[in-house]
T-cell receptor, first 114, second 113 residues
Framework: DGGITQSPKYLFRKEGQNVTLSCEQN?????MYWYRQDPGQGLRLIYY???????QKGDIAEGYSVSREKKESFPLTVTSAQKNPTAFYLC?????????????FGPGTRLTVL | DQQVKQNSPSLSVQEGRISILNCDYT??????FLWYKKYPAEGPTFLIS?????DKNEDGRFTVFLNKSAKHLSLHIVPSQPGDSAVYFC????????????FGKGTRLSVIA
């Protein structure tokens, strides 16, 4: 079954701790993305990567870091520098071979910082 | 500055009637538009898209209309069903492969039985 996996579904962390959210895809997609969803804010782009070992900041990259060492994986670290980390985080991927720019999304991870 | 705007945060429609969700954009470089549907605590799923060379695209109960001169697009759902109740996001992109989509803030559609 091809798709995008995000784990865990729910994550709780204490304030001041870094936390890494997992995103894996077996769709053989080149590009991967991280979004954050807050109530009434829509989907805001954190980071994206168009190819292995390369990534770019999105609109709200401050307090976040990513890596893209493998095509299948694009983990997101929420650092203690992120002022308001509690949110629903969505990972997506896309390939130029499909419907143009269609992004496939994972099920999301809800992070709650206590 | 929002490049993709969905000015109606919510919409309620009776089952069987037409739902019309609107989206405006400001960036004239956008040439491809997509609609996504999202249920709570799930990832968005692709619904329908339209290229700027067209003014209409239809897929079953879903039709997207594009008015380039007005920089406006709309999603029509006919007939609306209770299972259509979700948040709908409009997204846009310019002519460049694998660049990120720019999303609107979404419209929550409630279809009342």
């Amino acid at each position: 079954d091809g798709g995008i996996t995000q784990s865990p579904k729910y994550l709780f962390r204490k304030e001041g701790q870094n936390v890494t959210l997992s995103c894996e895809q077996n769709l053989n997609h080149d590009a991967m993305y991280w979004y954050r969803q807050d109530p009434g804010q829509g989907l805001r782009l954190i980071y994206y990567s168009q190819i292995v070992n390369d990534f770019q900041k999105g609109d709200i990259a401050e307090g976040y870091s990513v890596s893209r060492e493998k095509k299948e994986s694009f983990p997101l670290t929420v650092t203690s520098a992120q002022k308001n980390p509690t949110a629903f985080y969505l990972c997506a991927s896309s390939s130029p071979g499909g419907i143009r720019n269609e992004q496939f999304f994972g099920p999301g991870t809800r992070l709650t910082v206590l | 500055d929002q490049q993709v705007k969905q000015n109606s945060p919510s919409l309620s429609v009776q089952e069987g009637r037409i739902s019309i969700l609107n989206c405006d954009y400001t960036n004239s470089m956008f040439d491809y538009f997509l609609w996504y549907k999202k249920y709570p605590a799930e990832g968005p799923t692709f619904l329908i898209s339209i290229s700027s060379i067209k003014d209409k695209n239809e897929d079953g109960r879903f039709t997207v209309f594009l008015n380039k001169s007005a920089k406006h697009l709309s999603l029509h759902i006919v007939p609306s069903q209770p299972g259509d109740s979700a948040v709908y996001f409009c997204a846009a992109v310019g002519n460049s492969g694998n660049t990120p989509l720019v999303f609107g803030k979404g419209t929550r559609l409630s279809v009342i039985a």
